[in-house]
């Protein structure tokens, strides 16, 4: 991924997998950039800058205080675009009720109230000097005590970013400047606390910007442009689903994806063994393996029972028949789940096991990227023609990219064409069609992620000119073709 500076804001900004925009000048092949969403990462220092930026729109359109602008983009979960749609379709006054910011401002409004007179405070019924009341922007006048009693309460709650006046009825939001003056003369901590609350909610209360989910916490948060069901890269290097925050799991969907890892790390399918290979004791009802051939099977509390339809039985029996026992009768239900028990056992072991797989093999690989670089650099330390190996690094980028799309295939195909989530959506001859196709371009995939981890893993530092531009030009159209085949997944 391209990272880059802005000049006047610390951001990084970048384009989802921009890192397919590589031009090599000797190749006369151009790496076109594909399509994905316009991300930014916000880091630490430039968290204040981006929430500015929309501070700035808002106070300039509706020419209001930075409190009330505020006030208006945490209502609207900082979508501005949505903010602004609302003031066209119901108007300033009923965006503002509806925030909580009072319609009229008055220069009296937030401020103390008149030094050289008294107010009664309605809160803890006494009366003190206006130097130690303060007025609020609805009007509203209180003691500082109480008001700061308030503030702390609410601050503590979690409630920072929307404090509301304690009036009764009064959906007012109280100005920060206020809250942050009165609460910093007796609580410095809660103060700081306070504008921490209000700087994260830029994140916290945005739906187009989220943390970063990486461990340790790199500090940094995503922003998207336009949608927010994508995968993105941070610039620590992490990859993840912008929409649910795990791992990045396309061509999964969220939902098959939160299944797959709830059925691989619980017990259901453990089960399903219990169930092809086990039978219940008809006297304590646990589960029995039989380890030898004879229908007659004895369970540790002593209970002897027909293995074939799990009835109890005594303990004498013939070569032919169970002493007192007859099971001859077909008992079409019972074999019916155990048959269909085994066969939804073997078709998650299918799946699960080249999921397995590919993901073993995405780990491996991940320590291909300190070989290649010293690869490298002995091959830049030659005496050779050859000078560029950016190859190289965007093989390896296209390698990750298309094992881990690869790897998240096999549970995309097993709720795809299964039955648990689609059973009513196609027939089955569609069904059976769309699988084979599917199924064809995984293979072709598969076949050439092997063959780009194959010319990858090659020693070409030890080769000649004319063999590292053979392998260099088979990386290069391998990972063309690979890439072309992610995107139709």
């Given at each position: 991924?391209?990272d880059c ?5 610390d951001?990084?900004c ?5 890192l397919?925009g ?11 950039p594909s399509?994905?969403p316009?991300?930014r990462?916000?880091?630490k ?15 300039d359109?509706l020419?209001l205080r ?5 006030t208006?983009?945490i209502?609207h979960?900082?979508?501005v675009e949505?903010?602004?749609?609302v ?11 509806d925030?909580?910011v009072?319609?009229v401002?008055d220069?009296c409004?937030?401020?103390?109230a008149?030094?050289s ?26 003691c ?5 009693e308030?503030f ?7 409630q920072?970013?929307?404090i509301?006046?304690m ?21 410095p901590d809660l103060a700081?606390k306070f504008?921490?609350?209000l700087?994260?909610?830029y ?7 989220k ?8 500090g940094n948060?995503?922003r998207?442009?336009e949608d927010?069901?994508?995968?993105v890269?941070?610039s620590c290097g992490?990859?993840f689903?912008f ?5 990045a799991?396309s061509p ?5 994806w ?6 691989c790390?619980d017990?259901?399918?453990?089960v399903?063994w219990?169930?092809v290979?086990?039978?219940p004791?008809?006297?304590?009802h646990?589960?029995v393996?039989?380890n030898?051939?004879?229908?007659l ?6 209970q ?7 009835g109890?039985?005594?303990r ?7 002493s ?9 239900d ?7 028990a ?5 078709r998650?072991?299918h799946?699960h ?20 670089q ?7 330390e ?6 560029d ?9 296209r390698l ?9 295939s ?9 039955e648990e989530?689609?059973k009513?959506?196609?027939t089955n001859e569609v069904?059976e ?15 050439n992620?092997?063959r ?27 990972s063309?073709i ?8």
């Open positions: 991924m391209d500076f802005a000049d006047e804001e951001y990084y970048s384009d989802h997998e921009s397919d590589l031009e090599n000048e000797d190749s006369g092949v151009n790496w076109a399509k994905g316009s991300t990462v916000i880091t220092e430039s968290l204040l800058v981006a929430q500015r930026e929309d501070l700035r729109r808002v106070m359109v020419s930075e409190h009330h602008a505020r208006l983009l209502h979960r900082w979508d949505k903010l602004l749609a003031l066209v379709e119901k108007g300033k006054p009923c965006l503002f009720m925030a909580g009072p319609v401002e220069e409004k937030g401020s103390r008149a030094s007179s008294s107010v009664m405070c309605d809160i803890c019924m006494e009366e003190v000097s206006g130097s130690e009341a303060t007025r609020m922007d609805c009007g509203h006048c209180f500082n005590t109480c008001w700061t308030h702390v309460v609410k601050i503590n709650e979690g920072s970013r929307r509301r006046c009036a009764h009825k009064c959906n007012a939001i109280c100005d920060e400047s206020t809250v942050r003056t009165l609460v910093s003369k007796r609580h700081e504008d921490r609350f700087l994260e909610s994140i916290e209360d945005n739906k187009m910007v943390w970063c989910p990486s461990t340790p916490h790199c948060a995503i998207v442009e927010e069901y994508c995968e890269e941070c992490l990859q689903c929409s649910c925050l795990s791992e799991h999964c969907s969220c939902l098959m939160d299944l797959w890892t709830k059925k790390r017990e259901s399918e453990t399903n219990i169930t290979h086990t039978k004791c008809p006297k304590c646990k589960p393996e039989k030898g051939g004879c229908n099977v004895s369970c540790i509390c002593g002897a029972f027909c293995w074939l339809c799990g109890a039985t005594g004498d029996h013939t070569w032919s028949t169970i007192g026992h007859s099971c001859g009768r077909y008992k079409e019972q074999e019916k789940k155990a048959e269909r085994k066969r939804d056992l073997y998650y072991m799946y096991n080249r999921y397995k797989a590919h993901q073993d093999s995405f780990k491996l690989e991940n320590k291909l990227r300190e070989t290649l010293e690869k490298v650099s002995i091959s830049e030659k005496e050779s023609t050859l000078r190996f950016s190859w190289v690094t965007n093989g390896l980028y990750f990219r298309s094992r881990r799309v690869l790897l998240y096999y549970p995309f195909a097993f709720y795809m064409f299964g989530l689609f009513d959506e196609m069904r069609i769309k699988q084979h196709l599917f199924e064809d371009q995984q293979q072709q995939l598969e076949e992620v092997e780009l981890s194959k010319f990858l893993e090659e020693p070409f530092d030890q080769y000649d000119e004319k063999r590292v531009m053979e392998i260099r030009m088979q990386v290069i159209n391998l063309v690979t890439d072309s085949l992610c995107k139709k997944m």
